[in-house]
């Protein structure tokens, strides 16, 4: 089963609006990221977030993370058409290397 | 500097051959992880190699499917006797360093098409 699970599973809004996509897990994690795909592309890092850390901000997005809640949530403020994509929590597992992704939101941006 | 190249982008096999999948990491990233996609699916992680060893294969199946990364050339991941249900996107990725859930840089992934 999937470690991650991404909600809601579609997402549409317009431009201008801002687009909040939440991941919960089930086990201790190591850290958690959240990848973009853009159709028929691969996986583009957009953040990581360590265990120990509650909050953080790259350009218009903003990652929280409650280990309390096992839970996560991207919210990437005052969206554009562009920021169209699937966006993907993944986790390490504590003591593990390799990277478990959930099954993604898909995003759609009206102009 | 080049990412992480992917060959071929699309590849159609018919039941019963065999399908090699390859992939060259970011140049100084030893560590490659290779993940499927289902449409409409997240990623399923396959196996996660370091150059000439296999470090976790968990996901990988027990027959038909192997996967390599030699000491000098692409990683190759294999697959035999292809059937219908092995369609799908292989995506493969590279990370700098060995540790626990490094970020990590995606190809663009070899679209897998069994007829």
């Known amino acids: 089963s999937q470690q991650g699970e991404e909600d809601p599973q579609a997402l549409s809004i317009q431009e201008g609006e801002n687009a909040t996509m939440n991941c919960s897990y089930k086990t201790s994690i190591n850290n958690l990221q959240w990848y973009r795909q853009n159709s028929g592309r691969g996986l583009v890092h957009l953040i990581l977030?360590?265990?120990?850390?509650r909050e953080k901000h790259s350009g218009r997005l903003r990652v929280t993370l409650d280990t309390s809640k096992k839970s996560s949530s991207l919210l990437i403020t005052a969206s554009r058409a562009a920021d169209t994509a699937s966006y993907f929590c993944a986790t390490a597992l504590d003591g593990s290397e390799k990277l478990v992704f959930g099954k993604g939101t898909k995003l759609t941006v009206n102009p | 500097n080049a990412g992480v190249m992917q060959n071929p982008r699309h590849l159609v096999r018919r039941r019963g051959q065999e399908a090699r999948l390859r992939c060259s990491p970011m140049k100084g990233h030893s560590h490659v992880y290779w993940y499927r996609q289902l449409p409409e699916e997240g990623l399923k992680f396959m196996v996660y190699?370091?150059?000439?060893?296999?470090?976790?294969e968990s996901g990988m199946p027990k027959e038909r499917f192997s996967a390599e990364f030699p000491k000098e050339g692409p990683s190759i991941l294999r697959i035999q006797q292809v059937v219908r249900g092995d369609s799908a996107a292989y995506f493969c990725?590279?990370?700098?360093?060995?540790?626990?859930?490094?970020?990590?840089?995606f190809g663009s992934g070899t679209q897998l098409s069994v007829l």
């Open positions: 190699l370091q150059k000439e060893n296999i470090i976790d």
């Open positions: 990725a590279s990370s700098q360093n060995q540790g626990f859930g490094e970020k990590l840089f």
């Open positions: 977030i360590r265990s120990n850390e």
